[in-house]
């Protein structure tokens, strides 16, 4: 959920869904989704090639959760849950199911499919957590 800051600015806050507003081409959870899709091709045989994002959220845990809904280009989509750790170079996919088929891809019992981060989207690294509790400038 987002908090209403002073100027009516928002924040995330642990543990509530937000939508992202950015689902564009350029965007982070584009090239979250993109990367997850082509992977789990590779690795599964995944048919059909990713077109766009239709609709994401994040939550914020002990790095970002995302939940995406990828269109392919077979007309089907693909609901992705992405866990992503910047600070670590983690980058998964906790989840996958396919619009047109009752098993999920990836199960939520299923072992975490890992992305390969130098594929994955680049952008600054930030953390979410104090700057104190990371002893910044130390």
């Known amino acids: 959920k987002d908090r209403p800051l002073l100027g009516g600015a928002t924040r995330d806050v642990a543990g509530g869904w937000s939508t992202e507003d950015e689902i564009g081409a350029t965007s982070h959870v584009h090239?979250?989704?993109r990367v997850a899709v082509q992977s789990l091709s590779?690795?599964?045989a995944l048919d059909g090639s990713f077109v766009r994002v239709r609709s994401a959220?994040?939550?914020v845990v002990s790095g970002m959760n995302y939940e995406v809904e990828a269109e392919l280009d077979t007309g089907s989509v693909l609901t992705l849950k992405i866990y992503e750790?910047?600070?670590t170079n983690t980058l998964k996919v906790t989840s996958a199911t396919l619009?047109?088929?009752e098993e999920p891809l990836i199960g939520e019992?299923?072992?975490?499919l890992q992305l390969d981060t130098a594929r994955g989207p680049q952008r600054p690294r930030r953390s979410l957590a104090p700057c104190?509790?990371?002893r910044c400038g130390r």
């Open 99 to 101: 619009s047109d088929v």
């Open 109 to 112: 019992d299923d072992e975490a």
């Open 42 to 44: 590779e690795s599964q």
């Open 132 to 134: 104190w509790w990371l």
């Open 85 to 87: 750790q910047s600070w």
């Open 31 to 33: 090239q979250l989704a």
């Open 57 to 59: 959220r994040h939550k």
